[in-house]
């Protein structure tokens, strides 16, 4: 592939000339990476949508990692590359494409109380209310750790400590 667009870099270069070429290169690029951020805004807000309606966006996850390719390739020199990264640009193009290949996966969701073990009583409580809303069930105590050497009520001991001497066992 490098060397079909050096030769067509080459090629076009000698028709037009070598400052045409480049103007043309960079100006793909410039325009490829305008066009990749207004599709990228919006599949992120679809995905949203999709997130927010309970549903999995499978499909808009394709489409940002066909956008993430298309961005290389336009960001890439050369016609044959701008030419492939054009295409994942254009919505149809892409939908059609993420279609086809979401078809091809099989996602599936597991249920988090099938891998914990957990009931379907364990499962509503926490899962589905969340930890520590109003919800559900349990008070939460904040507290913070002085001392993570206490044990069964003995007080901690500290062979480096230049503080005041503590009782030892």
């Known amino acids: 592939m490098p060397i079909l667009e050096l030769m067509l870099l080459i090629k076009v ?4 000339g070598v ?5 043309i290169v960079l100006v793909t690029a410039v325009l490829g990476v305008s066009l990749l951020r207004r599709e ?3 599949t992120i807000s679809k995905a ?3 997130l927010e309606a309970g549903e999995i966006p499978a499909t808009e996850l ?3 990692a066909l956008l993430v390719v298309s961005g290389a390739f336009l960001l890439t020199p050369g016609f044959i590359t701008d030419s492939f990264g054009f295409v994942c640009l254009v919505p149809a193009l892409r939908q059609r494409i993420a279609g086809h290949v979401t078809q091809r996966m099989s996602l599936k969701v597991v249920d988090p109380a099938a891998i914990f073990g957990a009931g379907e009583q364990a499962y509503d409580n926490e899962f589905r209310s969340g930890f520590g809303s109003p919800g559900s069930e349990g ?3 904040e507290g ?3 001392d993570s050497e206490i044990v069964e009520g003995k007080p901690p001991h500290d062979k480096n400590s230049a503080g ?4 030892r066992d």
Do not use: C, D, N
């Open 139 to 141: 008070e939460i105590i």
């Open 164 to 167: 005041p001497s503590r009782h």
């Open 62 to 64: 394709v489409e940002g």
């Open 144 to 146: 913070e750790v002085v």
């Open 19 to 23: 400052l045409p070429t480049i103007a």
């Open 40 to 42: 990228g805004l919006s």
């Open 13 to 16: 270069g000698s028709y037009i």
């Open 48 to 50: 949203q949508q999709r």
